[in-house]
Nanobody
Framework: QVQLVESGGGLVQAGGSLRLSCAAS????????MGWYRQAPGKQRELVAGISSGGTTNYGDSVKGRFTISRDNAKNTVYLQMNSLKPEDTAVYYC?????????????WGQGTQVTVSS
């Protein structure tokens, strides 16, 4: 079982920045595909950004050009740098890690961290 622990959420004014961190309790973090998702009240959970084990990144359309995902395999940590924040970015942000082996699929979620952007 892998634990993912997010940190860095909080309250920020529109136009401001936050950096989220997600620390993973696994020695094989480097082979996990990692991602950040968010869920606003009354809405479905959506992909914000993902980074593969090889470092390939992808972003949701609403955050392209404003958010950057990165990983530090030496620290077993994935980051989400969020710039030019908007009130519509307000949500609970969840860290996700997944990998596949020949016979199994592993998928883990963090507990979530609240991001609130005031106008």
């Amino acid at each position: 079982q892998v634990q993912l622990v997010e940190s860095g959420g909080g309250l920020v004014q529109a136009g401001g920045s936050l950096r989220l961190s997600c620390a993973a309790s696994t020695s094989i973090f480097s082979i996990y595909d990692m991602g950040w998702y968010r869920q606003a009240p009354g809405k479905q959970r959506e992909l914000v950004a993902g980074i593969s084990s090889g470092g390939t990144t992808n972003y949701g359309d609403s955050v392209k050009g404003r958010f950057t995902i990165s990983r530090d395999n030496a620290k077993n940590t994935v980051y989400l740098q969020m710039n030019s924040l908007k009130p519509e970015d307000t949500a609970v942000y969840y860290c996700n890690g997944k990998r596949s082996s020949k016979h199994s699929f592993y998928n883990y979620w963090g507990q979530g961290t609240q991001v609130t952007v005031s106008s």
